[in-house]
């Protein structure tokens, strides 16, 4: 399955569409245990976080803060065994392993389930919050459950940003737990959306600038995201490598 224009597409690009690399058969079980967690996020094994829209907003006096509805989760693939399958379905490894050499890990998952009306996730780097070594050494998997356009927030990435390192980040102020990188002295390339139909999944490096904009629908956006370093690479922040959420080699 893994060619090596790929591979090369990756290294100058910072990130690589694979279209449709899991059919309806092979997205029915994610789908379906994704649903009951919607319904009821209380059947997550013990473990597993959920975030909810208005969690992530500075101003816990206005309106957006008490917003319920569910946005994310974190290591589900740690504890939940429908995602651990997922995590090492061999087509989805096969990729990795293309990427990053034959021994690998799930260092750590998510899902970002965007609802109608869905925030925006502004432009990021993964290594920003994850900061392993070598810096080459994370790729994440975002894996489209959905549809995913450009009206309900597809992925969209700035073309060879990851050929910069980890920039320096200040806190946004409405919603401090994202990392906005300064890219001020930077020429960067201009920024690519990319909408995918459910079942690609789409390959980035952990450097590489991204971002995507609110679902305007009124249906869901949903995706799961998983971060897979070489097996010897850490994070500096000493508690993530305690937190990994799948050995895989
Ligand atoms: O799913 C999204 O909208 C954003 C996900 C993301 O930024 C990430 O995988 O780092």
Redesign the pocket.
Known sequence: MFVDTMKSFYDSNGYLVVEGLFGEEELGPIRRRTDEIVECPESAPEGVSIGREGDTVGDKSGPQARSKTIRGTAFLARFDPVFQDFARHPKMLAIVRGLLGAHIKLFRDQM?L?PPGGQA?PL?Q?QSYFRVQPQDGLV?A?CALDDATLEN?C?CYVPGSQKYGIFDVTKDPERPVHHIPDTRDIDLNEPVQCPVPAGSVIFHHGCTL???KTNDTETWRR?V?LHYTTKTAASETERLNREVSLEID
């Open positions: 970002l965007k996730k990021h993964d994440t975002w927030g992925m991204h971002n995507s995706a995201i």
